[in-house]
């Protein structure tokens, strides 16, 4: 077989046009068309890399956002907390501070219409007291209440122990100014004179002695001298009367409890006994 070496190198040159030709408008496309979609595949990836990292800095921040905003939550919770018990306590303490305020004015209204009311009591027994004894003075002896009152407070100067009759005496003779004898009621002459020849009599010396009225003094009398006092009225026991008066207010329901915790008053005959020692003043 016979080789045709013209046909051979045609088709040779055809081939290698044919390459150069797939490789100039075929293949070079084909490679830049590929490089260029790498490129954006890789710019894509890229740019997906970075979307990623700023979502999971994001995701960072969020969540320390998220855990910051607890943490204040809860400090806001805990402060709110607290100031809530702070004002209930104060609100509370107030409260107290008020009702015991309340409970204090109440009590002293309720001592002080004790003591009014224990004042008209006192008043009005000793008005009865008085009347009684008078009436009673009057029918059995003929004598008026002053009278007596005056002859038992002379009977109590003769009576005195030696101890206060020395002091009483010095303080006699040696005041300055003269004694002063002080009584409710104005006393007649006759008392006056009884008692100015008791005072002689007992301190052996002719004292001298003014005569004063003293209506604040419940049915007595008493001698002043250089600070030295004898002293005899139904006061005592007209105060025994107005403290079981008020014993019996305090034991009444709806006392205060404050006023149930006083001392019980001094056993005494009461008002009964200023009645009871006129009487038996009169009649000795």
Same mark, same amino acid.
């Given at each position: 077989?016979?080789?045709?070496?013209?046909?051979?190198?045609?088709?040779?040159?055809?081939?290698?046009?044919?390459?150069?030709?797939?490789?100039?408008?075929?293949?070079?496309?084909?490679?830049?068309?590929?490089?260029?979609?790498?490129?954006?595949?890789?710019?894509?990836?890229?740019?997906?890399?970075?979307?990623?990292?700023?979502?999971?800095?994001?995701?960072?921040?969020?969540?320390?956002?998220?855990?910051?905003?607890?943490?204040?939550?809860?400090?806001?919770?805990?402060?709110?907390?607290?100031?809530?018990?702070?004002?209930?306590?104060?609100?509370?303490?107030?409260?107290?501070?008020?009702?015991?305020?309340?409970?204090?004015?109440?009590?002293?209204?309720?001592?002080?219409?004790?003591?009014?009311?224990?004042?008209?009591?006192?008043?009005?027994?000793?008005?009865?007291?008085?009347?009684?004894?008078?009436?009673?003075?009057?029918?059995?002896?003929?004598?008026?209440?002053?009278?007596?009152?005056?002859?038992?407070?002379?009977?109590? &100067?003769?009576? $005195?122990? @030696? #101890?206060?009759?020395?002091? /009483?005496?010095?303080?006699?003779?040696?005041? +300055? !100014? %003269? =004694?002063?004898?002080?009584?409710?009621?104005?006393?007649?002459?006759?008392?006056?004179?009884?008692?100015?020849?008791?005072?002689?009599?007992?301190?052996?010396?002719?004292?001298?002695?003014?005569?004063?009225?003293?209506?604040?003094?419940?049915?007595?009398?008493?001698?002043?001298?250089?600070?030295?006092?004898?002293?005899?009225?139904?006061?005592?026991? &007209?105060?025994? $009367?107005? @403290? #079981?008066?008020?014993?019996? /207010?305090?034991?009444?329901?709806?006392?205060? +409890? !404050? %006023? =149930?915790?006083?001392?019980?008053?001094?056993?005494?005959?009461?008002?009964?006994?200023?009645?009871?020692?006129?009487?038996?003043?009169?009649?000795?």
């Amino acid at each position: 077989m016979l080789i045709d070496w013209f046909t051979v190198a045609a088709q040779l040159v055809n081939f290698l046009i044919l390459v150069w030709l797939l490789k100039r408008f075929l293949f070079k496309p084909i490679t830049n068309a590929i490089d260029a979609r790498e490129k954006r595949i890789a710019t894509e990836l890229a740019a997906a890399d970075a979307k990623k990292a700023d979502a999971e800095k994001e995701r960072v921040e969020f969540e320390k956002k998220n855990k910051d905003f607890d943490q204040q939550r809860d400090a806001l919770m805990s402060k709110a907390t607290e100031e809530a018990k702070a004002e209930h306590a104060r609100l509370f303490d107030q409260a107290r501070k008020d009702a015991d305020s309340l409970r204090a004015g109440q009590a002293t209204a309720l001592r002080d219409d004790q003591n009014r009311l224990g004042s008209e009591i006192t008043r009005l027994a000793a008005e009865q007291v008085f009347d009684i004894a008078r009436k009673a003075l009057s029918d059995l002896a003929t004598v008026s209440l002053e009278e007596r009152v005056g002859e038992v407070f002379t009977r109590h &100067l003769r009576a $005195l122990n @030696e #101890k206060d009759k020395e002091s /009483l005496g010095v303080a006699l003779k040696t005041s +300055p !100014e %003269a =004694a002063w004898v002080r009584s409710t009621f104005d006393l007649p002459a006759e008392q006056k004179a009884a008692i100015q020849n008791a005072l002689n009599e007992t301190f052996s010396a002719v004292i001298r002695i003014q005569f004063q009225t003293k209506p604040d003094t419940i049915c007595g009398i008493e001698l002043t001298a250089n600070g030295q006092k004898l002293a005899w009225s139904i006061d005592e026991y &007209l105060k025994s $009367l107005d @403290e #079981k008066v008020v014993a019996l /207010l305090d034991a009444q329901p709806g006392a205060h +409890p !404050e %006023a =149930a915790a006083k001392p019980e008053p001094k056993k005494d005959t009461g008002g009964g006994a200023a009645l009871k020692s006129v009487a038996q003043a009169a009649t000795r």
